[in-house]
């Protein structure tokens, strides 16, 4: 696989869960509200995905070693992967009973964001799949908190 694509896949993959999950959690700590959830998923999905683009582009163009296409194509890579890992959380909330599909979709992140970390751990898969999903629970937590202190706050 080029660098740069698998540079845009593991950043988008990563980001794509991790954000959504976090949005997902602290969304649904606040507002308990399936049509919120799912405008923050798009929103992610759209928004999100093309400011990280933006970002990886920026910074590829930065380093004077890449050449124009590299640069594009870790771009490309962030955006389909960002776009599609963010837009792959919807399916569950559409069809599931919204406290149902927020589990869901944390064991569907955190099996992708373990299944990734596994094949690019090299010699130290446990260690490494350890480290990412315990980053990835920290912001499930903290963000599973912050939702629910602002709907404290609001009420």
Do not use: C
Not at 35 to 46: E, H, K, R, T, Y
Not at 125 to 154: C, D, Q, R, S, W
């Amino acid at each position: 696989m080029l660098i740069s694509v698998k540079k845009g896949l593991s950043f988008g993959l990563t980001s794509g869960i991790i954000t959504t999950l976090g949005l997902i959690v602290g969304l649904n700590s606040g507002t308990h509200s399936q049509a919120v959830i799912i405008s923050g998923i798009l929103i992610i999905a759209i928004a999100d995905s093309l400011s990280d683009a933006f970002g990886i582009h920026v910074s590829e163009e930065s380093s004077s070693r890449n050449s124009h296409t590299h640069v594009w194509q870790a771009t490309f890579a962030t955006f389909i992967s960002k776009f599609t890992f963010a837009l792959s959380f919807i399916i569950p909330v559409l069809l599931l009973p919204l406290q149902t599909a927020i589990i869901v979709s944390i064991i569907w992140g955190l099996f992708l964001i373990g299944l990734f970390s596994y094949f690019i751990g090299e010699n130290k898969k446990a260690k490494v799949v350890a480290e990412h999903l315990t980053m990835a629970v920290a912001v499930i937590l903290i963000t599973h908190f912050v939702g629910g202190f602002i709907n404290n706050l609001t009420q």
